[in-house]
């Protein structure tokens, strides 16, 4: 196992009602004037947005709004919220949706303390200051109410880039289970893919002697895998939901990830087919997943093997334990199938014409030096060859 340092400081309140606490938890962190920022219509929809809005007046605690953020949320809006911010002197910022308004939220908090444009902080992957944030989660996905990162595409060029620092990690985290049970299925069945790509990313590591997050990760993915039908069968299973959520939080708090090096390479992948398709972003995993794993699954077979055993109850082949390896990543690609997601790039709407032009932004749009770094160093041509494999 490798040294690490291990800081998560997000307050977190989990269960039924607990947006009921929105208020206080505001003023304990400190917020005196609110943005509530929120997406494409469901928090309204749903009525969470107004009784948000009542318990915030309740406490006596002002607020402007700003909604629209869709999914792979775009830099334009972003520049509109540091705005906003700055004019009203915002304090604190309240996301009130998924993954993608927290991402939001996320660049706003730290593009209105920035003194340039906001997008420099996802050229070069720091934020030196940000204003706090909390969330109310109302699907289990991203995790991004528990991790310290925040993805923008800007909408010019669509580059989708990533930007890290602790200082993103929501000061709180609300996660009532119920609010999800109005996600339509194919969003559940998204969340849960992403879920699940969070924890592989971690587990496809170069460092031994890693039992305790290896086990870790493997529970966690044998959990979603056994709850996921199930609330796809019935929407409102409550237990089920709550277990799924808090799953997402720990795949992606990475408490699961310390000690080892970790892959990322999947995401690199799936980042440029959702800014380019718009496509969700586990759907887009489902579809790179099952190709990336069989193109690099030669660098290390007995960690194929391993998770085929242990999570998708895999016989072990021990003459030939590359078809053990082959079976678990058979395993994954048809639970992500049964749950309803694309197997391939016609499917998700992706376009074999771009596939030249989708490997070349991977390889030079994330690192600039022409390759991906992660479990196994792949150039251009190598990510052509996976995307090919998606067909
Ligand atoms: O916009 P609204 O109307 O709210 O609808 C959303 C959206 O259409 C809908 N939805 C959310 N909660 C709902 C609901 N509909 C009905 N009932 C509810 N309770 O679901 C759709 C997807 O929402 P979104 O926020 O886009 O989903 P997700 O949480 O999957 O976020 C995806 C974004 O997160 C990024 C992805 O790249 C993508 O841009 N990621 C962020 C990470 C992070 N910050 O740590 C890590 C991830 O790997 C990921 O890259
Ligand atoms: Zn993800």
């Known amino acids: 196992m490798d040294n690490f ?20 938890l505001i003023k304990r962190f400190g917020g005196t004037k609110v943005l509530i920022h929120y997406g494409g219509g469901s928090v309204v929809r749903s009525g969470l947005l107004d009784r948000v809005k009542n318990t915030l007046t309740a406490e ?16 334009g809006l972003v520049y509109t919220g540091i705005e906003l911010c700055r004019k009203e002197q915002v304090d604190f910022i309240l996301a009130v949706g998924g993954g993608s ?41 991203a995790g991004s109410e528990g991790s310290p990162n925040s993805v923008i595409t800007k909408e010019e060029t669509l580059i989708k880039r990533g930007t890290k620092g602790d200082l993103l990690r929501p000061k709180f985290s609300i996660l009532n289970p119920a609010l ?16 699940i790509a969070h924890l592989y990313e971690r587990y496809l590591t170069n460092t031994t002697e890693v039992e305790v997050t290896d086990r870790l990760i493997e529970g966690l ?13 019935n929407p409102d ?60 699954m030669h660098h290390d077979i007995t960690r194929f093997a391993q998770i085929a055993v242990r999570v998708w109850g895999c016989q072990m082949d021990y003459y030939h334990p590359e078809n053990t390896a082959k079976a678990g990543i ?28 989708l490997a070349h932004r991977s390889c030079y749009g994330h690192t600039g030096n022409g ?21």
Request: proline letters at 5%; glycine letters at 8%.
């Open 5 to 24: 340092t291990f800081y998560s400081p997000t307050y977190f309140t989990f269960g039924k009602d607990t947006e009921q606490e929105v208020g206080q």
């Open 101 to 141: 308004t927290i991402d939001s939220s996320k660049a706003i908090a730290a593009g209105t303390l920035y003194d340039g444009d906001f997008w420099d902080l996802y050229e070069k992957r720091m934020v030196p200051a940000a204003l706090p944030i909390g969330t109310i989660l109302t699907i289990a996905a």
């Open 371 to 391: 390759a991906l770094h992660g479990f196994v160093e792949l150039n251009q041509q190598d990510l052509e060859n996976i995307y090919k494999m998606m067909l």
């Open 221 to 233: 993915i044998a959990s979603v895998v056994h709850e996921a039908p199930r609330v796809l069968e």
């Open 60 to 75: 006596g605690i002002p607020f402007v709004e700003l909604g629209g953020v869709q999914p792979n949320p775009k830099s």
């Open 237 to 296: 299973l409550y237990d089920a939901r709550a277990n799924i959520m808090w799953a997402g939080m720990l795949a992606h708090n990475n408490v699961c990830g310390v000690g080892r090096t970790q892959d990322w390479n999947s995401h690199a992948m799936e980042h440029e087919l959702s800014a380019e398709y718009d496509c969700a972003h586990g759907a887009g995993l489902a579809v790179v997943m099952p190709a990336m794993f069989t193109y690099v």
């Open 180 to 195: 999800t049970q109005t996600l339509p299925a194919y969003q559940t069945a998204s969340g849960v893919t992403d879920i």
């Open 330 to 357: 058979e395993a994954l690609r048809n639970f992500l199938i049964s749950i309803g997601m694309p197997k391939n790039f016609k499917e998700l709407g992706a376009d074999e014409k771009d596939i030249e032009k």
